[in-house]
């Protein structure tokens, strides 16, 4: 068995391969259940989790990501509020063939889906990137959207401002055109990015441009958020997955109880954008939103990737 560690395992996972290695597994699809999520007790935090994400193509490959998500441990330098591991088999015989660093697997992939669709969803020439959080998923994102975006100034916001200071300082060490951020408003920006572990809205429909692009990507439980319903409402919405939306993503899950949108507010998933059966963006000015959740399926086309690359 091969053991990729967060170096190898990101040098194997270039953007544009990436990228397109979602792409294509998002239109061949493969089985992949919603992921199996179990309460993780914490002494100085409400609750974490341990999230089990299993996904195979039959006779291909097999693989299953363990994460464990432990919020308390940003009080901590030096620890990670996410750790997992990915274990790649066989899909005939069962063979362990890769562990991969789960946590890397995930960063990429989840920017990689973001920018996936982003190509449908934003606009081309959009130049002005807000950054919410300061983790290894928002500096991910933001070397993912560099990649594809003529971006001309990315802004970065976090609730601990000192982190904020430390990722613009990286990106701009890196040669992208960061900048800390005065507030977490979305107004004026093309695309406005999250990536945080918020419970409560850091992003208002009220204050949201014309045109603007929300890309949310926390918010992987019912009882989480970063968005308002007003914003919600406001924007044509799609998920990464229709099933996993409407079961897990607290933005939608928490807009459809509060009676801001329902069910029908899905425009399309990215099954959809990716095989063609939506086109995605219709304006310059439609507002969209792209509800990011995690599909196993994205960390299945990732460690695929990463196994074959020579």
């Given at each position: 068995?091969?053991?990729?560690?967060r170096?190898?395992?990101?040098?194997?996972?270039?953007?544009p391969a990436?990228i397109?290695?979602?792409?294509?597994m998002?239109?061949?699809g493969?089985a992949?259940?919603?992921?199996?999520?179990?309460?993780?007790?914490?002494n100085?935090?409400?609750?974490?989790?341990?999230?089990?994400?299993?996904a195979?193509q039959?006779?291909r490959y097999?693989?299953v990501k363990?994460?464990?998500?432990?919020?308390?441990?940003a009080?901590?330098?030096?620890?990670?509020?996410?750790?997992?591991?990915?274990?790649l088999?066989?899909g005939e015989?069962?063979q362990?063939?890769?562990?991969?660093?789960?946590?890397?697997?995930?960063?990429?992939?989840?920017?990689a889906a973001?920018?996936?669709?982003?190509?449908?969803?934003?606009?081309?020439e959009?130049?002005?990137?807000?950054?919410l959080?300061?983790?290894?998923?928002a500096h991910?994102?933001?070397?993912?959207?560099?990649?594809?975006?003529?971006?001309?100034?990315?802004?970065?916001?976090s609730?601990?401002?000192?982190?904020?200071?430390?990722?613009?300082?990286r990106?701009r060490?890196?040669?992208?055109p960061?900048?800390v951020?005065?507030?977490?408003?979305?107004a004026?920006?093309?695309?406005?990015s999250?990536a945080?572990?918020?419970?409560?809205?850091?992003?208002?429909?009220?204050?949201?441009?014309?045109?603007t692009?929300?890309?949310?990507?926390?918010?992987f439980?019912?009882?989480?958020?970063e968005?308002?319903?007003a914003?919600?409402?406001?924007?044509?919405?799609?998920?990464?997955?229709?099933?996993?939306?409407?079961?897990?993503?607290?933005d939608?899950?928490?807009?459809?109880?509060?009676?801001?949108?329902?069910?029908?507010h899905?425009?399309?998933?990215?099954f959809d954008?990716?095989r063609?059966?939506?086109k995605?963006?219709?304006?310059?000015?439609?507002?969209t939103?792209?509800?990011?959740?995690?599909?196993?399926?994205?960390?299945?086309?990732?460690a695929?990737?990463?196994?074959?690359?020579?």
């Amino acid at each position: 068995m091969r053991f990729m560690d967060r170096a190898e395992t990101a040098a194997r996972l270039p953007w544009p391969a990436l990228i397109e290695a979602l792409a294509a597994m998002f239109r061949e699809g493969c089985a992949a259940p919603l992921r199996h999520r179990h309460p993780l007790p914490q002494n100085e935090a409400k609750e974490g989790s341990l999230l089990l994400m299993p996904a195979w193509q039959a006779h291909r490959y097999t693989g299953v990501k363990i994460v464990h998500v432990t919020p308390a441990n940003a009080n901590t330098p030096g620890l990670q509020a996410v750790n997992s591991v990915y274990l790649l088999s066989h899909g005939e015989n069962g063979q362990p063939l890769a562990l991969l660093d789960g946590s890397t697997v995930t960063d990429r992939r989840t920017a990689a889906a973001s920018v996936l669709a982003a190509g449908y969803l934003a606009r081309p020439e959009s130049e002005r990137l807000l950054l919410l959080g300061s983790g290894k998923v928002a500096h991910a994102l933001a070397e993912a959207y560099s990649t594809r975006f003529p971006l001309k100034e990315i802004r970065v916001w976090s609730r601990r401002p000192e982190s904020a200071r430390r990722l613009a300082d990286r990106l701009r060490d890196e040669g992208m055109p960061a900048a800390v951020a005065d507030s977490a408003s979305p107004a004026g920006f093309d695309i406005v990015s999250a990536a945080t572990l918020a419970t409560e809205p850091l992003l208002f429909g009220a204050e949201l441009s014309p045109g603007t692009h929300v890309d949310l990507v926390g918010a992987f439980r019912p009882d989480m958020r970063e968005s308002d319903g007003a914003l919600v409402a406001a924007c044509s919405l799609f998920p990464d997955t229709r099933t996993g939306g409407l079961a897990e993503a607290g933005d939608i899950v928490q807009a459809i109880a509060e009676g801001a949108i329902d069910e029908n507010h899905i425009v399309a998933d990215l099954f959809d954008l990716c095989r063609g059966t939506h086109k995605g963006r219709a304006t310059q000015q439609e507002k969209t939103l792209f509800k990011s959740v995690g599909w196993a399926g994205e960390d299945l086309a990732a460690a695929v990737l990463a196994y074959e690359t020579p």
